[in-house]
């Protein structure tokens, strides 16, 4: 076990870098906040490559790893490393796993989302009800601080998987791809939605029309109110519910 004080030591320096998506992926590492989602990741086999804590933290740090990967900070080592507004005290740093080979069981398909926290809402919507996969087809970077904040570590618990459209239409087999669109679609009760890669487009687009077409089913949600549409995160996450609930 180590200690650390200066925001200006080299290993600290290396780590803040990691906030940009060309570092992480240079260095293939990325960092995971707060007790419960180091803890998450830990239990589902990720080992860090160094847990840095609080020294009030110690003793919880210790359930987690060996104390020959902890290195204990100061608050202001811990406030240049961490990307919360409020630091939890503990900060791990993991290597990004490598990419599985593209074979897919029902799940989701995260098609253009760019927004961190949606992201994230919806893999960890993904892990609750139960589904494996997560395949993710541009948009944003999954490893970021943000979207692991908003999975609450739960990315840990599904494979996911960056291809393209056309990978992904190639190797679904007998899954059935089912978009998510705001009109024109059949009832969910209507969807084979227990064999399905739920396709949930961008925020501000949708999912491509060129897209759609590749799709076996397109599946729109009620909505008796006077809204125009749900946020991506939201609709993505009934309609999962939904397909756990068939």
Known sequence: MKTITSVQNNEIQDITQLIHP??????????????????????????????????????????????????????????????????SGFVAVFKIPASPKLELEPGLV?????????MGT????????????????????????????????TLALVKIFSCSWQDLVKNKKDLVLTGLVVTGGKKPEEANLTKALLVVGSEAHGIPHEWLADCDELVTLPMPGETESLNAAVAGSIALYLAWNK
């Open 122 to 153: 919806l893999i960890r919507t993904c892990a609750a009800m139960g589904k494996k996969s997560v395949v993710i087809i541009e948009g944003a970077d999954v490893w970021s601080p943000k979207v692991i904040q908003a999975s609450a570590g």
């Open 22 to 87: 060309s570092e992480r992926k240079r260095k293939k590492r990325f960092i995971v906040e707060g007790f419960r989602a180091i803890e998450t990741f830990v239990k589902a086999g990720h080992t860090p490559v160094q847990l840095y804590i609080l020294e009030n933290k110690l003793t919880e740090a210790k359930t987690l790893v060996d104390v020959s990967i902890i290195t204990m900070v100061n608050e202001s080592v811990l406030n240049r490393i961490s990307q919360t507004s409020t630091p």
């Open 110 to 118: 995260l098609a253009n989302i760019s927004d961190p926290g949606n």
